[in-house]
């Protein structure tokens, strides 16, 4: 039923009408364009409405009430009068829904179609009544009247043609019925000239129709047309921003215009007979032109350039030949000078492809550039994809600013495309993140080269803005197509080795290995075993002793993060420690360490410190500082015995609140000390920037301790630094009797490493706890501790990411 309804709606009904067979359907078929549609309505409204209904409908009944008189009652002129009067109220009501603007132009349509159905109706009953009861000698003249009325009927229905076939339809539909209902008519007349009435009025309603939408459409759309040339032609002889020329069959100019001439800066006898493309620069730009003109055919926004008083200019050609008759007469040309737009596209085309600020090629000429170099690449040409990450950047931007650290960004990028040379294509992907994509190459061995050249120069001192600063470089490299025969795969491979140099303290260059995917998910389920660990206390604390050289006892112990794994054992802190930072369970894991370690040393002797490492995460918003107030709180422990100690790394990216919160530190009695001291950038400003209480000496110089060495003289300068400072010294890494000896003999307050034992549980201290008063001298302690010095690998060390991080 739902169907049904659609289709005898006067739209769905057309538009069903459009989907049946049917050669004059295409008649219908017109396309308007967008807000042509109520103006197109508003137009068949104004014909409806310009004819004279009320008249037609009076003359139309007068003359049938006469042919039918002699056969007619009074019941008939009753009927007659009182379809008048309906019909006339009818025709108001429909005009009154059309003045009171609630309708819109479709839908007053849509009205007055129902209304023809309906008018069909009444109409075509009175009539086919009045056929059965005509006179025989009168049904001819009857018939003439109902067939000339049918073509009248055109002038009110073409306009709204799929109602006006099924108004006519439905009246010769029952004027056929009341003909055949007669005894004096034979069916086998009647309705082969009542199909053919049908059929002439269907073609002559759909050609009416199409004649007159065109019409008014075309009509419409030239007047737009002429309006448009108007404008243009008004805007063309304002503002004179082209010009018009003529040449001859062979392209020389004719009779240039002044301001051609002009344009040009020539004069017109030196223009004159001159072949137009010699104008402009030879290239593929004007070859083009030339082919265009060879073809006699049009063309069209051709731009080229040319150079007018030694600028380079860019023109835009429109033109086209011209014919007489067959014979070729030359060609119209239409210029426009086009360069401040060319520039501007130019310039809007490069900085889609390049980043603002390094000139580079972005993320996306990268992406381009890799896919055809992939296309044509094969296994006897590989090539191979460099990813570089800066080391130390985001320390720079935070300490010095974004804009010397955009400064930075320069620097590096001019620094790795001038290592790659004219054999490297080098792309900013964002941030301080760059690519490269290599084909000049003969083993991996060259590879590993250009990676270490690119990490050597940009690990060179950067002078900006009056400032020296040193950044690092790290490098994975993966080659196509061994490690990957699409974009995704081999990017992937390339960070996973960029990924694997960072893990390996950075500052080098990586070719990938398939294992470093093994090691990627290993590091995830470490992650993932790491967030249950501490609920499931599986860590543990274990204490290396702080030996003071003076009085040759120990001062203190510096506690260190153990994690026993259920399965796996004893696992390595610099395995752990960074997983832990990227995570952020390091901030909960650090909170852990500073209350289980000075729970611990409440129970020492009252003269022994107890030292914590502190991460940068730790830092952030005064995190650190409520952590060791209520780490004190809940242990009873004086701070004036806890030694925090915080790495270079951290004051890289010192900011105001960090400076505060070490004040604030500071101020409640805790000792800070600076730890991996003299492997950063810029250990003396940081000096500077606070009152340390103890520097902490790398491992790096204590293992090239011999004497006469460099790391020698760097040791004894900066132990005289600190005396001067009133700060305290450590020296950490101390492995063999020789460079104890060698600090002893330098003046180093304290030491700490394998020599005088390695970091162990708080239950194998020997110490006297609870009142116990002094620990025993370090001679009788080692031998308990060392057993003696064997080195395993959960407790070495290794560089920055040093077992004893928490």
Not at 602 to 621: G, I, L
Not at 654 to 666: K, S
Not at 785 to 799: N, V, Y
Request: hydrophobic share 45%.
């Amino acid at each position: 039923m739902d169907g049904i309804r659609a289709r005898l709606a006067p739209e769905g009904l057309r538009q069903w009408l459009l989907r049946q067979p049917g050669s004059l359907l295409h008649l219908l078929r017109y396309d308007l364009e967008p807000g042509e549609e109520d103006w197109f309505a508003r137009r068949k409204l104004e014909y409806i409405n310009s004819l004279s209904g009320n008249l037609f409908e009076a003359l139309r009944m007068g003359l049938m009430l006469a042919i039918c008189a002699p056969g007619l009652t009074w019941h008939f002129y009753v009927c007659a009068v009182l379809l008048l009067a309906q019909m006339r109220v009818g025709l108001t009501e429909l005009r009154r829904k059309e003045s009171c603007g609630r309708y819109s132009p479709p839908e007053m349509v849509d009205i007055w179609a129902k209304g023809i159905w309906l008018r069909a109706i009444f109409l075509s009953a009175f009539t086919a009544a009045c056929i059965f009861v005509v006179p025989p000698e009168r049904i001819a003249a009857m018939i003439i009247y109902v067939l000339v009325l049918a073509q009248l009927e055109l002038l009110l229905q073409f306009t709204m043609p799929v109602a006006g076939i099924i108004s006519q339809s439905i009246s010769l539909g029952l004027a056929a019925l009341a003909l055949l209902l007669r005894s004096d008519m034979q069916a086998e007349l009647v309705l082969p000239v009542i199909a053919l009435q049908l059929l002439a009025l269907h073609v002559m309603l759909f050609n009416l129709h199409y004649m007159f939408a065109t019409r008014i459409l075309r009509t419409r759309r030239l007047k737009h047309a002429n309006q448009t040339i108007q404008t243009l032609l008004s805007e063309y002889e304002t503002h004179a921003s082209d010009w018009m020329l003529e040449t001859d069959p062979h392209g020389r100019v004719v009779s240039p215009s002044e301001r051609f001439c002009t344009a040009l800066g020539r004069p017109a006898n030196e223009i004159e007979g001159l072949k137009f493309v010699t104008i402009f620069i030879e290239g593929s730009e004007t070859e083009a032109v030339r082919k265009a003109a060879r073809s006699l055919k049009p063309f069209r926004d051709m731009v080229v350039p040319l150079v007018i008083d030694g600028e380079l200019q860019w023109w835009s050609l429109t033109g086209n030949a011209v014919f007489e008759g067959l014979e070729h007469t030359g060609f119209r040309i239409f210029v426009r000078d086009v360069t401040d737009r060319h520039a501007a596209e130019s310039q809007v085309r490069f900085l889609a492809d390049h980043d603002s600020l390094t000139v580079l090629p972005n993320r996306h000429n990268f992406q381009s550039r890799l896919e055809a170099t992939l296309d044509r690449s094969s296994a006897a040409a590989p090539f191979a994809v460099l990813y570089v990450d800066l080391d130390h950047f985001k320390a720079v931007n935070d300490t010095l600013g974004h804009q010397f650290g955009d400064s930075v960004l320069v620097e590096a990028a001019w620094r790795i495309r001038s290592s790659l040379g004219e054999g490297g294509f080098v792309a900013r992907l964002g941030g301080d993140e760059f690519a490269c994509v290599v084909e000049d190459f003969a083993t991996p061995a060259d590879l590993r080269q250009i990676g270490a050249q690119i990490v050597e120069v940009i690990s060179q001192p950067m002078e900006i803005e009056r400032r020296t600063v040193r950044i690092g470089a790290s490098v994975g490299i993966a080659i196509a197509p061994d490690h990957g025969e699409t974009s995704e795969i081999l990017l992937r491979s390339a960070d996973l080795a960029l990924y694997e140099a960072k893990s390996r303290g950075r500052g080098s260059a990586i070719i990938y290995d398939p294992a470093m995917e093994e090691l990627k998910q290993e590091r995830g389920r470490i992650e993932l075993d790491l967030r249950s660990a501490l609920a499931n206390g599986e860590f543990e604390l274990h204490y290396q002793p702080l030996h003071e050289l003076a009085t040759d006892r120990i001062a203190g112990f510096e506690a260190l993060l153990r994690w026993r794994h259920p399965e796996r054992g004893l696992i390595p802190p610099d395995v752990f420690i960074p997983i832990a930072e990227q995570t952020g369970l390091i901030v909960t894991l650090g909170e852990w360490v500073l209350r289980e370690a000075l729970s611990e040393a409440a129970t020492w002797p009252e003269d022994m410190t107890v030292a914590v490492n502190v991460s940068p995460a730790q830092m952030t918003d005064f995190t650190l500082l409520k952590q060791v107030i209520s780490a004190l709180s809940a242990s009873g422990f004086d701070a004036h015995r806890l030694e925090l100690e915080i790495t270079e790394t951290m004051l890289m990216q010192e900011c105001d609140e960090h400076l505060r919160q070490l004040e604030r530190l500071h101020a409640l009695g805790v000792r800070i000390a600076l730890d991996d001291f003299g492997t950063g950038y810029s250990s003396l400003n940081y000096l500077r920037s606070f009152p340390f209480d103890k520097i902490k000496i790398d491992r790096c110089f204590i293992t090239e301790i011999s004497a006469g060495s460099e790391s020698s003289a760097i040791i004894e300068a900066v132990l005289d630094l600190a005396n001067k400072l009133n700060m305290q010294t450590i020296a950490e890494g101390v492995e063999s009797e020789e460079q104890l000896a060698s600090l002893r003999t330098l003046g180093c307050e304290q030491v700490q490493g394998y020599l005088i034992s390695k970091a162990v549980p708080a239950d194998m201290l020997p110490i006297e706890r609870s009142g116990a008063r002094k620990i025993e001298a370090t001679s009788q302690f080692r031998p308990v501790l060392a057993e003696p010095r064997k080195k395993e690998p959960e407790d070495r060390p290794s560089g920055r990411q040093e077992a004893r991080r928490a």
